[in-house]
């Protein structure tokens, strides 16, 4: 829902029924992802203010299903980089006609007290329990706005370049010192990177994201949390490249198949740990994957698709998944 209330400020917003049906007694649930209102100062500088979704690598402002490949939006853009990761505040957007697009803002932080540290083990058994687990860092502990503590404010930079055909260039680096920290007398910051990169060659496209996640002070955390099953990790980290083809057929029809191989680590490293850490206790928090699919474009807003994907430590996940999508 949207209303343009002058040429130069308008609100925008989006509200979803995730999982066909939402009631107390249903998975599903009624969310308001966005809830934001735009002012033009002029052709390049825009403010921004409300519920919006943090622009870090390609997925999260654009996680459409027709604007990815995949039927499941990728392990690193959900996991390391959550999807759909939203805050409330205000950022400053500012263009310029070389190609140049400078995000700059501030937001709602981390909720660190949030951190599950004994999930239960029976809680991830397939890849899809693994997306939807919230056991990654971001996932655990970022806010959606409701209720949210603010005594911190985080903020971030987000740089892109698009003055080139076909090549698009960015970054993003989202820092805040939580408002809530899982021990009360620790201090606790999250920080997260990235960069990302896609360009055209001829009838292919090639894309790459990289992340990296660090949680300051777990040391002292952990150390409250003895033989926990899932410790609070001092670091987190993903990537991925992916290359398509692009097989233009009659009309504004498309099938495009693609490779993707990604891996991710949601604990890379910890911090104040001298037990060890039993996948029998605690989910599988690393692997490699391999994602060989067909998107189809019946039109670019509708599409078909159909993936198969294979894990190299946890091949119970490997799945074959079907799916369609369409943008209205």
């Not at 700059?104 to 932080?109: A, E, N």
């Not at 790459?208 to 300051?216: E, L, N, R, T």
Request: glycine content about 6%; proline content about 4%; some cysteine.
């Amino acid at each position: 829902m949207g209303e343009d209330f002058d040429a130069s400020t308008r609100f925008n917003s989006e509200f979803e029924i995730e999982h066909a049906v939402a009631s107390s007694v249903d998975q599903g649930e009624f969310e308001v992802e966005q809830f934001y209102v735009d002012h033009d100062f002029n052709r390049h500088d825009r403010l921004r203010t409300g519920l919006f979704l943090i622009p870090a690598g390609f997925l999260n402002e654009h996680h459409e299903p027709t604007h990815y490949y995949g039927v499941q939006r990728n392990f690193v853009e959900t996991l390391i980089i959550p999807s759909t990761w939203r805050e409330g505040g205000v950022n400053l957007q500012v263009t310029n006609d070389a190609g140049w697009n400078f995000t700059i803002g501030l937001s709602t932080d981390q909720d660190l007290s949030a951190w599950n540290f004994q999930p239960q083990a029976s809680a991830v058994r397939t890849a899809l329990d693994l997306e939807n687990s919230n056991i990654a860092p971001l996932q655990q502990t970022h806010q959606e706005l409701q209720l949210a503590h603010a005594q911190h404010p985080a903020t971030f930079l987000a740089i892109q370049y698009r003055g080139i055909a076909g090549l698009d260039l960015g970054g993003t680096v989202f820092s805040g010192l939580a408002s809530n920290s899982a021990d009360p007398n620790a201090n606790q910051r999250i920080t997260l990177s990235e960069i990302h990169a896609r360009t055209d060659w001829k009838c292919f496209e090639f894309s790459s994201v990289s992340a990296y996640g660090h949680i300051s002070n777990t040391a002292a955390v952990n150390a409250v949390h003895p033989n926990a099953s899932l410790p609070m990790p001092a670091a987190f980290e993903g990537s991925y490249v992916q290359a398509v083809f692009i097989h233009n057929l009659a009309g504004l029809q498309s099938m495009n198949p693609f490779l993707r191989i990604e891996r991710f680590n949601m604990a890379s490293r910890y911090e104040g740990v001298s037990w060890p850490i039993s996948t029998q206790t605690a989910p599988l928090l690393a692997d490699r994957v391999t994602t060989l699919g067909i998107n189809y474009y019946l039109t670019p807003r509708v599409v078909f698709k159909i993936d198969t994907q294979h894990f190299a430590q946890h091949r119970d996940y490997n799945r074959i998944n079907f799916g369609m999508g369409v943008e209205l």
